[in-house]
C-alpha cells in the first residue's frame, strides 16, 4: 500500500471517531505537539487540543464531520497534508479542514496541525 493511502485511511480513521463519538480514539490520533486551530484561539499540545474538542464528542450525535479529499506525502515519506469538506449534522458543506499528518513511529501517524475554514456564502449580496 503506497503512502498516500496509509495518510489517507488514517484520516478516515481519525474522522470515524466523531461519527462513533469516541474521544478517547481522536485523542491517540493527536501529536503530543500539536497545534489546532479553533476560531481565533490556537491549541498547543495534545492535552489541549483533548479538552478543547471533549465538548464535540458529547451527546449521541455528531455535531459536524469531515472527509479527506485530497492528501499529498513528502518525498521522504515521514510529513503529509490531508483536507477536505466538514459538514454539519444535516449534511450542509460548512467548513474545509487542511491536517498535517507526522510519521512519529513506524506505521504510527499522528496530526500535528489542523485548521478549519469556513466557506464563503456566495449567495449573499
Same mark, same amino acid.
Given at each position: 500500500m503506497d503512502i498516500q493511502q496509509v495518510v489517507a485511511d488514517t484520516e478516515r480513521a481519525f474522522a470515524r471517531t466523531m461519527a462513533e463519538r469516541d474521544h478517547a480514539a481522536f485523542v491517540r490520533f %493527536?501529536?503530543?505537539?500539536? %497545534?489546532?486551530?479553533?476560531?481565533?484561539? %490556537?491549541?498547543?499540545?495534545?492535552?489541549q487540543v483533548a479538552d478543547a474538542w471533549k465538548p464535540y464528542y458529547q451527546g449521541p450525535t455528531a455535531p459536524f464531520s469531515w472527509q479527506t479529499e485530497h492528501v499529498e506525502v513528502l518525498q521522504s515519506g515521514a510529513l503529509a497534508l490531508s483536507s477536505g469538506p466538514v459538514r454539519d449534522a444535516q449534511g450542509k458543506l460548512i467548513a474545509t479542514f487542511s491536517s498535517v499528518w507526522r510519521l512519529e513511529a513506524p506505521g504510527v501517524w499522528r496530526i500535528v496541525f489542523d485548521k478549519g475554514n469556513e466557506v464563503c456564502d456566495c449567495t449573499k449580496p
Open positions: %493527536v501529536s503530543e505537539e500539536a %497545534v489546532f486551530f479553533s476560531g481565533t484561539r %490556537v491549541l498547543r499540545g495534545k492535552q
